[in-house]
């Protein structure tokens, strides 16, 4: 069963070009939202007065883009003050990273993947650590997408799991992530899914992406989540209970109906397994 996570219910990744219609909106079927911090800092303004009255309207999460937890640079502190600030003013009650790197000697603008190694888990887990210290609360780590794993000396469910035990951090459970790279690297999602430590898991992450052949698959937040990736978000919840989730679109934005339509859905699963719980 989960441990006290910072929100609950249904959750929407916060995009500009969603500010227009979701302030216009009577009612939504929205929770919680979460925006990337490295998007919103330095704001204000207009766009500050804006995003004001999300966060006083909603709780909200974040989950950064460029903190580079598996690269070679020093960790950049001068962001992390700026997300620390950030998290502060607007009552942020979760911040969260992705397990990968995105730097060396510059930014790559991309999530590239950590080695699958006992070294590896030794040294992002002490910069998971610092980050903790440095922001005075618990973080959450998001086993990301990858499409080649070099140097593997051991499975990804335990490198994640060993990341996250010898961090003592929390965990983003992606159930996209989960199949994507299921269908890519040739793994159970179920047996994934089953393997991780649901007592550390903060909040899901679930998405739509891309058909580029039969076995591969690109995590894209792009269009609408497919049914084997509902049916493995049920499992989860079967799996470690209901867990607050959040749908993320970074683009190709439906209508307002499709949209919350698939915020819908994640309620549906949330409150069919309520009630089983329940009723047993």
Not at 4 to 26: D, I, Q
Not at 88 to 96: A, L, N, V
Not at 214 to 235: F, M, Q, R, Y
Request: charged share 25%.
């Amino acid at each position: 069963m989960p441990h006290n996570t910072p929100v609950t219910g249904v959750g929407l990744g916060l995009r500009r070009a969603l500010m227009g219609p979701l302030s216009r909106a009577e009612s939504t079927p929205i929770d919680f939202m979460e925006v990337a911090p490295e998007n919103w800092i330095p704001m204000g303004g207009r766009l500050g007065r804006e995003f004001r009255k999300f966060t006083e309207r909603f709780p909200f999460v974040s989950h950064g883009l460029s903190l580079s937890l598996g690269g070679p640079e020093p960790l950049d502190f001068e962001l992390l003050g700026a997300i620390k600030a950030f998290i502060k003013e607007h009552g942020i009650r979760r911040y969260t990273e992705h397990l990968s790197y995105c730097s060396d000697h510059g930014h790559l603008y991309d999530l590239m993947p950590i080695p699958f190694t006992g070294e590896a888990v030794q040294y992002v887990a002490s910069r998971v650590r610092q980050v903790q210290d440095f922001l005075e609360q618990p973080i959450g780590i998001e086993h990301v997408s990858y499409y080649a794993a070099p140097g593997a000396e051991m499975s990804e469910i335990d490198f994640v799991n060993a990341v996250v035990r010898e961090a003592d951090c929390e965990l983003l459970l992606d159930v996209n992530n989960a199949y994507v790279n299921s269908i890519n690297h040739g793994y159970d999602p179920y047996e994934f899914i089953s393997a991780l430590p649901g007592e550390r898991i903060c909040y899901v992450h679930i998405a739509g992406h891309f058909d580029e052949a039969e076995d591969l698959k690109v995590d894209t937040h792009g269009s609408a989540v497919i049914d084997p990736v509902w049916d493995l978000l049920e499992h989860a919840y079967r799996e470690f209970g209901v867990l607050p989730t959040l749908l993320e679109r970074d683009f190709n934005f439906p209508g307002e109906d499709e949209l919350f339509g698939e915020l819908r859905q994640i309620a549906r699963y949330q409150q069919s397994l309520d009630s089983q719980v329940k009723l047993g």
